[in-house]
């Protein structure tokens, strides 16, 4: 009987010191493992998941070294989560230095939170580390006046930062930048400058695509469907090609989830934006451009008007008579862009 529990004793000393491996390991080397994973996160859970794990890993999940190499996918919070906690961590990020986490908690506040000051400040911190999602999301709000009233507005300031973004390779900047040339919009008429960066947009914009896997399957799709019958093979892009939209950025499908339908707007008077991806609400009644044929859809900018266009509202749109004879003619705003798009109006 002594026998017996002096070898099961003995068994689970042996246990007990079983070497850990991961323990042993060497502090930077985990921070730079951490650093690897926080970068390619596909979401936010696959980071609680590492805080969870054990105490080690939940300490250096938080190092600054980690939370400053997030991807923008890390920051994929839906608004139906949104919470203090989700809140502490972009701050933390923030704090961290990662210009992601600024340009995102930086739209949230800005239009969610409707802390204009702090969201502006954000995005402004972004936008001077060359972020060009955030220099153009600045340049949309002084098109707009976005915040304040319609005086507020600062056209020039708007061009200077669309054409800051569209240097560093933004393909909304420079498509947007060549809508203002064309149409004299806060900077000196010049149309065939205008039409040459949309081009250059739009050549951009099918080279980004045409290598992805989604475009692959996207054309494979289209291709089987035009042999089959089921489409008549419509293309919606200037050279022939059937683009699919861009990915949206997760802080613009967090703007979409959080106004929902539209109802907590529609009881002020307000709207977003009709491009899919966008989201962006009106900060004040009447913010954003109508389309001057339809009327029935309004968009933040030149940019995700002629986008829209392109994907969606090309085939959809259509002449209503409250737009149209209004001084016994076609409607005079009712023209057409350089891309074929109808043109948005105040």
């Not at 890993?57 to 919470?83: C, D």
């Not at 972004?126 to 507020?152: D, P, W």
């Not at 045409?210 to 089987?224: E, F, M, V």
């Amino acid at each position: 009987m002594t026998n017996r529990k002096k070898l099961r004793s003995s068994r689970r000393t042996t246990t007990t010191a079983k070497p850990d491996f991961f323990d042993g390991l060497p502090d930077d080397l985990v921070v730079f493992i951490l650093c690897k994973l926080s970068s390619s996160a596909s979401s936010p859970s696959d980071l609680i998941n590492i805080l969870i794990t054990c105490k080690r890993l939940n300490r250096f999940g938080l190092h600054s070294l980690v939370l400053s190499k997030a991807g923008p996918k890390a920051f994929a919070i839906e608004a139906k989560n949104w919470s203090e906690s989700a809140h502490r961590f972009l701050k933390l990020c923030v704090s961290a230095g990662n210009i992601e986490a600024c340009y995102t908690l930086g739209m949230i506040r800005f239009y969610c939170l409707q802390n204009r000051g702090s969201g502006a400040s954000l995005m402004a911190k972004a936008a001077m580390r060359c972020h060009t999602r955030a220099l153009y999301s600045l340049a949309v709000i002084q098109f707009n006046g976005s915040g304040g009233s319609k005086k507020e507005k600062d056209l020039r300031a708007g061009v200077a930062l669309c054409a800051r973004a569209a240097g560093l390779g933004h393909i909304d900047a420079l498509r947007e930048l060549g809508h203002c040339l064309q149409d004299g919009y806060g900077v000196r008429q010049n149309v065939s400058e205008g039409r040459r960066l949309i081009v250059q947009a739009n050549a951009r914009e099918l080279a980004s695509v045409i290598t992805t896997a989604t475009w692959r399957s996207h054309q494979y799709q289209h291709y089987y469907a035009c042999l089959t019958g089921l489409v008549s093979c419509p293309l919606l892009s200037d050279f022939g090609c059937n683009v699919p939209g861009p990915e949206v950025h997760p802080a613009n499908r967090f703007m979409k989830e959080w106004f929902g339908s539209g109802r907590c707007l529609e009881s002020v008077g307000l709207r977003m934006c009709s491009q899919v991806g966008c989201g962006r609400p009106e900060t004040r009644p009447h913010e954003f451009r109508r389309c001057s044929v339809c009327g029935t859809v309004n968009y933040c900018s030149r940019g995700c008007q002629a986008l829209d266009w392109k994907l969606r509202h090309k085939v959809q749109c259509k002449p209503i008579e409250r737009w149209l004879g209004v001084d016994g003619g076609g409607g005079g705003d009712g023209i057409e862009g350089g891309e074929g798009e109808n043109v948005v109006v105040e």
